[in-house]
């Protein structure tokens, strides 16, 4: 009988050991950006887009320019980007569900809704998709009479039916915020807004009954009724550039009144829509002497 010289030893494995190890889900994400009649805003939005992850749709609302010829160029070269044209203008809530609707069709874990005339920093969505929060922004960045301000999220006047930016001229990216900050937040913006999956397999997407203007609020509003979770990311950073006063387009200024009014029908508990009807008044006496007077 011969000996062998080397021995193999037995390994003894336990059940979990012997269970196979399935590769890490890598989460799909889409990003969805409403287009009208501004592919200079578009094209510096799609530029600081360069470096971030994920699939990029952009829903033209049947721009009347230049603006879906220069995209087609864009879409010729970078695969990853892909165009879709709506007929008419359906408005901001309509436009944007398009976008969503084709991301989820698409297999969708997160949609990202992002204005056209938006920049982001490098590395913004790092930190959102690493929170647990169901509905998540960054930080909004703008520009007002040459002063940075700073957008946290937002809260909700029910009296009266209006909406109140959480905003400082401070960029506070950790530690205590201020007590002017220190509300909950009760939505955040439709500019920038990262969206899992199963909230629209829950609640659905915008509602159409906003043209332009409170469809993110009332989106949010839905959404905490369900228990979905919503916050602002202080890690992440992007810029928007707005239009105020005289800037903002006498169509702008309709459909803010008319969504605002809406609002107050849907949201505002009967006895304080006296008080609602009158501010309503009032702010819109104040948009329109704005835009003319200045």
Not at 39 to 50: F, M, Q, T, Y
Not at 67 to 89: D, F, P, W, Y
Not at 150 to 176: A, M, Q
Request: positive net charge.
């Amino acid at each position: 009988m011969t000996t062998s010289l080397y021995t193999i030893p037995m390994l003894k494995l336990n059940a979990a050991e012997l269970q196979t190890t399935e590769p890490t889900r890598i989460p799909k994400l889409f990003i969805v950006i409403l287009s009208y009649n501004s592919e200079r805003e578009l094209l510096r939005c799609l530029n600081s887009l360069k470096n971030e992850p994920g699939k990029i749709v952009i829903v033209d609302n049947a721009s009347d320019n230049n603006s879906v010829h220069e995209i087609k160029k864009i879409t010729a070269k970078e695969k990853r980007i892909k165009l879709i044209e709506n007929k008419k203008n359906i408005g901001f809530a309509a436009g944007n569900n398009v976008g969503i609707r084709y991301a989820l069709s698409k297999g969708a874990d997160y949609v990202l809704l992002l204005n056209q005339d938006t920049q982001v920093k490098k590395g913004f969505l790092k930190p959102l998709l690493a929170s647990k929060t169901d509905i998540i922004s960054p930080v909004i960045v703008s520009k007002r009479k040459n002063t940075l301000i700073y957008d946290y999220g937002g809260t909700i006047n029910w009296v009266i039916g209006r909406t109140c930016h959480l905003e400082s001229d401070r960029y506070f990216e950790k530690g205590p915020l201020p007590e002017t900050l220190h509300l909950s937040i009760e939505y955040i913006s439709g500019c920038a807004m990262l969206v899992k999956s199963e909230v629209f397999a829950k609640i659905g997407e915008f509602s159409e009954n906003f043209f332009l203007y409170f469809e993110d609020v009332d989106f949010c509003i839905r959404a905490k009724k369900e228990g979905f979770s919503i916050a602002c990311e202080r890690k992440s950073v992007i810029s928007h550039t707005l239009k105020e006063g005289k800037e903002k387009p006498w169509r702008n200024i309709y459909y803010l009144l008319v969504s605002n009014l809406r609002f107050i029908n849907y949201y505002v508990f009967f006895w304080n829509k006296p008080f609602a009807y009158l501010y309503w008044i009032l702010i819109a006496c104040k948009l329109i002497l704005t835009k003319t007077v200045g």
